[in-house]
């Protein structure tokens, strides 16, 4: 998901750029380069050194907008590689387009338009399931990349086995059980040559075991895995180590994180380049490692004990700060991503700030369900449309004896009365709903963003909490983190941290309340689901601001407000303006409070949030007797009316702080 990565390999490689070279070197490198090639492309410069992130801080090129900086990039990059292919047949090659960016598919889609008028040959590689426009182009061809025919399989073993007659059994058994899939065919050959299956050396090997007695594992991952496992241990250890750095591998970082020595580790990657787990890709600029393949890369991984992985990722946070200690903008969604595996959360979240970029936004329909679905009412604000609707459809399930649809309508319900305010009833449905998800049904989704069980769990948190039940609120918010974290579900995750982080900062505990919340704000980022960042990073920045940290809470407040904003997400808008009136007032910064509290108050009575609605008229009366000069009158009457509102519902802690600021 890093903006231009592939690109920036390739202007790399092109301008010669090592990872040594600090920002005056690329400046120096790029500009010479680009000049030499044509001095008619001066203009290019700048875009291309804001591409590699080596530009002057104070760079007029910075202050541009961003789509006219991404435009301006993209037809650098083009220019540059056009002029070269005037110069010299230019070969270009793009890999893996199926992990491709949006700004690096942009450039490609520009590229193939001008590929028929230059001496250039783009190529390219993806799975099945990457698409894209080019099919109707003349110019363009697709060569499909299938399994080995029987013969070229045959063909394919001759020279790793040899012509041994013995051997014809053991190729035809190969051939059935993998079929034809090459890398499945070269680990199978390996893994035999390791157990002693085959003996002698590498084209003229003969059986060294009874025929009949030949297991041929069912999976390239479980041949893989046992050769892993063969291993001496301290090259296990390494290649370990290496898998979780990434599939490519840079000496320098190889070196500052293997804990190994020097000589010490080359003797251990020979040994593993001979085992033909990995290769030397790179010596110039600078010496790179590579993974054979991304699969086994996949399986080495997955080798790891979680808290063995965790250290790792911790220890390559290091690494990475220490070995491009002058270049780290280059590398901060590399050190996000570590952090975030390594559990190093403010570390995570601090790189995580730094790399201006979120994922495009998924359809809004695929999460929440159709225009007209309870679960997009309820996004929308429809509140009272989406209880009609979410009852509606809950008898139809259940005089179907549908389960899946009694559950998902069920909880719908809930999360509707929970945003009108009407708590003992979204409890009561909620409490319903956890009751159906058995221990063995907590894994399933039913067609859900999230797992039910998590979810129902979280807002039957938040109406036990507005009611006082803290304790019995607090017991399944941490089950549902418990359940997102056994099933391995960002997504529900997610919605667990923000659960159970906003029932801590409510209680005072905020330097926990923080921790879940930032580690929330990070999964978020790292699974791409942008829209769930309201969600996670409006508490977080009301426990900033509860914690003190004024300033940073409001930033992170206005940030959430506007991507909610941006994404039409109504419901519990009117609480996310009140936690930032409650963040200016706690700054110090009254006139900020009543606007923002008069704002929360009016989109709280539009969409009848009655309980979001106390909270901003709780809060516009503290800004009332606050003011300068002090408004006592008014601010009692905010302060009645959201006596009032709270008593009503049954918000117990809200009429307890109330109760002891009113006469």
Known sequence: ATPYLPLVDLLKGYFKIADSDDTRAIRAKVTGNVLTLDEALKDSISPLLWVLEALPPEHEFLALEATVRRESALEAVKRVLLRESRSQPLLLVFEDLHWIDAETQALLDSLIESVPNASALLAVNYRPEYSHGWGNKTYYRQLRVDPLAAESAEALLEPLLGDDPGLHPLRRQLIERTEGNPLFLEESVRSLVETRVLVGERGAYRLGKDPTTIQVPATVQAILAARIDRLRPDDKQLLQAASVIGKDLPWALLLDTSELAEDDLRRGLARLQAAEFVYEAKLFPDLEYTFKHALTHEVTYGSLLQDRRRAIHGRIVGGIERVYANRLAEHVDRLAHHAFRGEMWDKGLHYLRQTGSFSSQPSIDAVVGGPESPG????????????????????????????????????????????????????????????????????????????????????????????????????????????????????????????????????????????????????????????????????????????????????????????????????????????????????????????????????????????????????????????????????????????????????????????????
């Open 376 to 663: 997009n009412l309820w996004w929308r604000g429809a509140h009272d449309r989406a209880v009609t609707l979410a009852t509606r459809e809950r008898a139809m399930h259940a005089s179907f004896r549908a389960f899946a649809g009694i559950l998902i309508s069920n909880f719908r319900l809930g999360q509707a009365y929970h945003s009108l305010g009407e708590y003992p009833k979204a409890a009561d449905v909620l409490t319903r709903t956890v009751t159906l998800i058995e221990s063995d049904l907590r894994g399933q989704t039913f067609g859900l963003a999230g797992l039910p069980a998590v979810f129902s769990r979280v807002w039957l948190a938040l109406c036990l909490a507005e009611q006082g039940a803290l304790d019995e609120a607090e017991a399944h918010a941490e089950e549902a983190i418990a359940i997102a974290e056994a099933e391995n579900h960002p997504f529900s995750l997610v919605v667990a941290c923000g659960g159970i982080g906003t029932l801590r900062a409510r209680r005072g505990n905020y330097e926990s309340a923080i921790g879940l919340l930032e580690r929330g704000l990070l999964t978020q980022h790292t699974a791409a689901i942008p829209l769930l960042f309201p969600t996670i990073a409006a508490p977080l920045g009301w426990a900033y601001a509860l914690a003190g940290r004024y300033a940073e809470g409001i930033n992170v407040l206005q940030d959430a407000i506007e991507r909610a904003e941006a994404l039409d997400f109504a419901a519990n808008h009117a609480l996310r303006l009140a936690w930032l009136t409650e963040a200016h007032l706690a700054a110090g910064r009254g006139d900020d409070a009543k606007r923002v509290g008069s704002r929360a108050l009016e989109f709280a009575r539009r969409h009848q949030e009655r309980g979001h609605e106390a909270y901003a008229l709780h809060q516009l009366g503290e800004a009332a007797m606050k003011a300068s000069p002090r408004d006592e009158e008014k601010g009692r009457e905010y302060h009645r009316g959201a006596l009032a509102l709270a008593e009503a519902l049954g918000m117990r802690p809200l009429v307890a702080a109330l109760s002891s600021s009113l006469p």
